[in-house]
């Protein structure tokens, strides 16, 4: 990744960047916290918002989620995601 940051590499549009290792790692830590706090890992999916990112959770053994649409629920369940939260604060005065 460093390299990329480094270069002179100019992006003509949204591009993805990730440290695939680093990502990893860090989901490792967090299903080793979660575990070791007695909780199920239920990680929320609004930030990456990918399948390939999704998958890596899954290889984890990452089994639940939690997304911020019908459309990303839909989205992650045609990847075989089957025990989805959809989350959304809803305003009982409105």
């Not at 929320?44 to 989620?65: D, E, L, M, W």
Request: proline share 3%.
């Amino acid at each position: 990744m460093s390299q990329i940051l480094n270069s002179s590499f100019a992006f003509c549009q949204p591009e993805v960047v990730l440290d695939i290792a680093q990502c990893k790692a860090n989901i490792q830590k967090m299903m080793k916290i979660s575990r070791q706090a007695g909780i199920t890992f239920r990680p929320h999916f609004k930030t990456h918002q990918s399948r390939g990112v999704g998958r890596f959770f899954r290889q984890a053994g990452v089994k639940a989620i939690t997304v911020s649409s019908v459309s990303m629920a839909r989205y992650f369940a045609e990847d075989g995601w089957d025990d989805i939260t959809i989350a959304f604060p809803i305003n009982l005065r409105e």
